[in-house]
């Protein structure tokens, strides 16, 4: 339960967002779209030396909107689009490390590839499909939410199409789990108003962006910022070391929204 009487500090709340996980380095693919598997593995293990704790959407919605007490460094792993690549390259550090993470589904292309991408002319890459997406929700970690039904820009549909991609995927995310969605994710980011009630009257609690930033105490639970974590090598002109790159990126303060009083 909230107490009001009890002083708290927030610190910000970094949610980082993945895409896939690849074995190694893919030249062709955008670098935006995936981390490779030891990357990965340096980075959980990482935050765990680092003394941060994985927690899942529920305890940030409980210390939002209830002022629950969060871990002294809390941290939030989330994947975009379902990536197969995470079958067999994210979870086995995730489940060893027991670090809950939350995956987000685009519902018609369970099974199928990224062809939302096929214009941009990436490499298809696989998706999950339904059997391991239960497999991975069995494990106790993963939690499985929507993306819309085929990664749409939603700020470009009318009302009616937005309705279906949202709502749309929740009922058939949630008719093949079989429980609630509680957490929507905005495909590219794209949102306005409209979209954002849309979102709101579907039943989801949560949604997030992909603004960069860390959450802050009064953060709109339809508007949490994210931190973009994608490929660097480990030596890079542009990025200097791939390690300290990835900590800037957690711990610094770089965020583009405007400090609110
Ligand atoms: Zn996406």
């Not at 609690?205 to 953060?219: C, F, I, L, P």
Request: hydrophobic share 40%; proline share 6%; aromatic share 10%.
């Amino acid at each position: 339960m909230a107490n009001s009487s009890r002083p708290r500090i927030w610190k910000p709340v970094p949610i980082l967002m993945y895409h896939n996980v690849l074995p190694r380095a893919v030249p062709s693919l955008s670098k935006h779209l995936y981390v490779t598997r030891a990357a990965f593995e340096w980075q959980m293990r990482s935050l765990r030396r680092g003394g941060y704790t994985a927690i899942s959407f529920s305890q940030l919605y409980a210390a939002l909107h209830d002022g629950e007490e969060l871990p002294k460094k809390p941290v939030l792993i989330t994947f975009d689009d379902g990536y197969k690549g995470l079958v067999e390259n994210a979870r086995p550090v995730l489940n060893e490390l027991a670090v809950p993470y939350t995956v987000f589904l685009v519902s018609s292309l369970v099974g199928r590839s990224n062809e939302w991408d096929r214009d941009l002319g990436y490499p298809e890459l696989a998706l999950m499909d339904w059997d391991e997406i239960q497999t991975l929700e069995a494990d106790g970690l993963a939690k499985f939410e929507a993306h819309t039904v085929t990664h749409a820009h939603l700020d470009q549909l009318n009302p009616r199409d937005c309705v279906d991609e949202i709502a749309g995927s929740r009922d058939a995310i949630e008719a093949k789990l079989g429980r609630k969605l509680d957490v929507f994710c905005y495909p590219y980011g794209h949102y306005n108003d409209a979209v954002r009630d849309v979102v709101r009257e579907s039943g989801f609690r949560m949604a997030v962006t992909t603004t960069m930033g860390r959450v802050r105490e009064n953060d709109g639970l339809l508007d949490l910022p994210r931190i973009s974590i994608y490929h660097v090598p480990a030596v890079s002109l542009t990025y200097g070391l791939g390690g300290p790159n990835f900590w800037w990126r957690v711990v610094s303060n770089k965020d583009k929204r405007p400090v609110i009083a």
